[in-house]
């Protein structure tokens, strides 16, 4: 019993960009993909590139949902089963490029 448990709490904290973008349509009364592509102000294969996996749900686009839906990142970051409390960045991203000398 308590292993079907454990199985359904897995389950249901999976990555799930469907869940996030049918949230964000039912809060904004919308009626498709499309009429949230306008909403988000984004181009319409954007949203199916998330809806089929393709493409995450990036940064920029997160930050646009909250704008526009008044969700917390943290709340919006749920409902796509997104449960990191740190991200981590690697170091090499913040040192310069080694310039080579002119031979």
């Not at 249901?12 to 949230?36: G, M, T, V, W």
Request: net charge positive; aromatic share 4%.
């Amino acid at each position: 019993m308590s292993q079907a448990k454990e199985t359904n709490a897995t389950e249901q904290f999976q990555y799930d960009p469907n869940n996030l973008l049918e949230s964000l349509i039912e809060k904004l009364n919308l009626k498709n993909d499309a009429a949230l592509s306008r909403a988000l102000e984004v181009a319409p294969p954007l949203i199916s590139k998330i809806r089929h996996r393709r493409l995450p749900v990036g940064a920029s686009l997160l930050i646009r949902m909250h704008e526009v839906s008044d969700l917390s990142i943290r709340d919006l970051r749920q409902l796509m089963g997104d449960r990191r409390n740190k991200f981590r960045i690697s170091d090499k991203q913040f040192k310069p490029k080694a310039s080579n000398p002119a031979s």
